[in-house]
């Protein structure tokens, strides 16, 4: 993390001198202020100032005279620097922004294949069921007798001579409900049994 922030800040002050070149801030042929007083300037470390013009002097923006100092070499180059640095901070803000909606995207296409999964299983309890039994079923109205109990308290087969073998419920089906299923209004019960248990299944849910 810390070299990752050095790193951003060199080229930051690299590029901070760069624009004072170009403003004439200091002119071609100038000796600018040592490492020292620069890092203070700029409150970073002196290692900090030595990459940012060595990153200048390698755009031949500065030069480094051993023994001497910094020497301002090119006010040109400073601006061309300037335009190649904008360029490529262009570049990563496009590469940063891509990165992050090819994230939001995979977070898209695993919650659609997480609702396409429960949707096909969905169907596929439905079909079963239908294709599976007998086609009989009731719907529980709103003025049932059983509504609020659970199968084992309403005696169902012992009252029908039918078995509940699942309960659909909106999109959902509870296949093989235990005796301790509740039964709500709009619920459908389907169950097997003969023709006249089936009757006296509708009589016996909605009276």
């Not at 203070?40 to 940012?52: C, M």
């Amino acid at each position: 993390m810390t070299n990752r922030k050095n790193s951003g800040q060199y080229q930051t002050i690299a590029r901070d001198i760069a624009i004072r070149i170009m403003n004439n801030e200091w002119p071609e042929n100038q000796k600018i202020s040592g490492r020292s007083l620069l890092s203070s300037e700029y409150n970073v470390s002196p290692e900090t100032v030595r990459r940012a013009l060595a990153l200048l002097s390698d755009m031949k923006v500065v030069t480094i005279k051993k023994n001497s100092g910094v020497y301002i070499l090119s006010a040109d180059n400073a601006k061309r620097y300037l335009s190649d640095f904008d360029d490529i901070k262009d570049q990563k803000d496009m590469q940063n922004e891509l990165k992050e909606l090819i994230e939001k995207n995979n977070d898209i296409n695993k919650r659609m294949y997480e609702l396409l999964s429960m949707l096909i299983k969905t169907q596929n309890t439905i079909s079963y069921v239908k294709s599976r039994f007998p086609d009989y079923e009731v719907k529980i109205s709103s003025d049932s007798k059983i509504i609020g109990k659970n199968i084992g308290s309403i005696r169902f087969w012992q009252n029908t001579n039918a078995t509940i073998i699942a309960i659909k419920r909106g999109q959902s089906v509870i296949v093989s409900p235990g005796p301790d299923a509740e039964l709500y209004q709009d619920d459908t019960i389907i169950f097997v049994g003969t023709a006249a248990a089936a009757e006296k299944v509708k009589s016996y849910i909605n009276g």
